[in-house]
Nanobody, 114 residues
Framework: VQLQASGGGLVQVGGSLRLACTSS????????MSWYRQAPGKQREYVAD???????GYVDSVKGRFTISRDNIKNTLFLQMNSLEPEDTAVYYC?????????WGQGTLVTVSS
């Protein structure tokens, strides 16, 4: 099982990006899919998740700006990021809970310039 993250890049403050995480298998197999991020010199932190019934959760710092969603046909998890701030600069990682195992994708770098 592999997760492939994409969509990172350089954006100005206030801009938007949409990250994608494509799975090599049906995402119906996953109980939960999540986005995490790791800023330079900091620990990896939770950003958002979506569980099998569609319920979502967000860290307080991104509520109202980020939206997590998934496309079950394309087997892809998304993170729509609006009103980006310099503090959002980080490598973003997706993961998926597959049975008792958590699978991580490679990171995609988001840089927000002021």
């Amino acid at each position: 099982v592999q997760l492939q993250a994409s969509g990172g890049g350089l954006v100005q403050v206030g801009g938007s990006l949409r990250l994608a995480c494509t799975s090599s298998i049906s995402i119906f197999s996953f109980k939960r899919m999540s986005w995490y991020r790791q800023a330079p010199g900091k620990q990896r932190e939770y950003v958002a998740d979506i569980i099998a019934d569609g319920n979502t959760g967000y860290v307080d710092s991104v509520k109202g700006r980020f939206t997590i969603s998934r496309d079950n046909i394309k087997n892809t998890l998304f993170l729509q990021m609006n009103s980006l701030e310099p503090e959002d600069t980080a490598v973003y990682y997706c993961n998926a809970a597959y049975g008792t195992v958590v699978i991580w994708g490679q990171g995609t770098l988001v840089t927000v310039s002021s």
